[in-house]
């Protein structure tokens, strides 16, 4: 393969750049730019937001989402060693029922955890039960501290 073979593909890369880039400069150029009080403010479901939003997103939303990428990014890996399978021979089936045995493993922890557990009763309930148990700060009161 020489360098002219990528030809074609550079300079629909460029084209496509040179596209989007113009469409962009153009659009800011020539959209009308009249801010209004209504214009700025906040729009949700067409209903106006009488006061701020009091509640952050729990953290839980961002656990589930770094889990999602973790998991899909693995699932990526598998499907390569897929593609790969008879060339890779019983090494590959070795390192990839390591792999395995580590998505299960986090797989469990993460559930063990409770991150992927969205029933806030039973959380409280097994708050209830677990936590007299542990030597974790619970409520303010620390494992060797009486409560008043």
């Given at each position: 393969?020489?360098?002219?073979?990528?030809?074609?593909i550079a300079l629909m890369f460029v084209v496509g750049l040179g596209f989007a880039g113009v469409s962009l400069a153009l659009s800011w150029w020539l959209a009308?730019?009249?801010?209004?009080?209504?214009?700025?403010?906040?729009?949700?479901c067409g209903i106006v937001p009488l006061q701020d939003p009091v509640n952050r997103f729990p953290?839980?939303?961002?656990?589930?989402?770094?889990?999602f990428v973790i998991f899909?990014?693995?699932?990526?890996?598998?499907?390569l060693w897929a593609v790969r399978f008879q060339?890779?021979?019983?090494?590959?089936?070795?390192?990839?029922a390591v792999f395995v045995l580590l998505i299960f493993e986090t797989l469990g922890y993460v559930?063990?955890?409770g991150a992927l557990d969205w029933n806030v009763a039973s959380r409280e309930r097994h708050r209830r039960v677990v936590?007299?148990?542990t030597s974790q700060t619970v409520g303010g009161?620390?494992?060797g501290e009486e409560a008043a």
């Open positions: 393969m020489t360098l002219t073979d990528y030809l074609p009308p730019n009249k801010p209004t009080p209504e214009k700025l403010a906040p729009y949700e953290v839980k939303f961002y656990l589930v989402a770094m889990l899909d990014v693995e699932i990526i890996f598998l499907f060339e890779l021979g019983w090494l590959g089936i070795a390192v990839i559930w063990k955890r936590a007299p148990l009161v620390g494992a």
